[in-house]
């Protein structure tokens, strides 16, 4: 009887094939091509998202800022967060893909904190109140829009946000 097994090398080169696919595949979708600016104005901040440096903003499905101190979020989004979880047992879990909402994206790079741009709902860790802006806090900012994501850190100075270095891992990874 013959052994229809497969060489051992092939075998081996088509493992690593398969993986360095899935291992790019992965990369690509952990890209950040949004790039958020902040604009202090009127003594509120403004958000503009830009895809790499593209000079329109960028259509987003989300946006959101989260303190790193509390961890309290206020966030925008083009979908109600309830309408992709169902419970069961108690637990919260992510509806079927056939009973998921289609996620859409809304020309709304500019956003000023607090505001609800026209289109989005508003969410958050606080009960969908608006949490102020603490002096001397640390915070993030991120936009995401499908695989299309960008985040930055920022801090409350003298009553202006300020831009911090980048953060390598982001707090609001999805």
Known sequence: MRHLAIPTQRRTNQLVSGLMSLVLLLAACQIEDLNIEIVNEDGSVLFIV?????????????????SHYSGARWEVSTYEESS????????????????????????????????????FFIQGSSGNHLVALE???????????GAHRGHISFTIEHGVAVKLPPVTSPLSSP
């Not at 830009?50 to 989260?66: I, K, M, Q, T, W």
């Not at 806090?137 to 936009?143: H, I, K, P, S, T």
């Open 50 to 66: 830009h895809e790499n440096d593209a000079p329109d903003p960028a259509p987003l499905s989300r946006f959101g800022v989260v």
């Open 84 to 119: 992709l979880y169902r419970m069961q047992d108690g637990k919260k879990l992510l509806k079927p893909l056939d009973e998921l909402p289609e996620i859409k994206a809304l020309a709304a790079g500019a956003i000023r904190f607090g505001e609800v741009p026209r289109g």
């Open 135 to 145: 002096e001397g806090r640390v915070y993030e900012a991120y936009a995401n829009r």
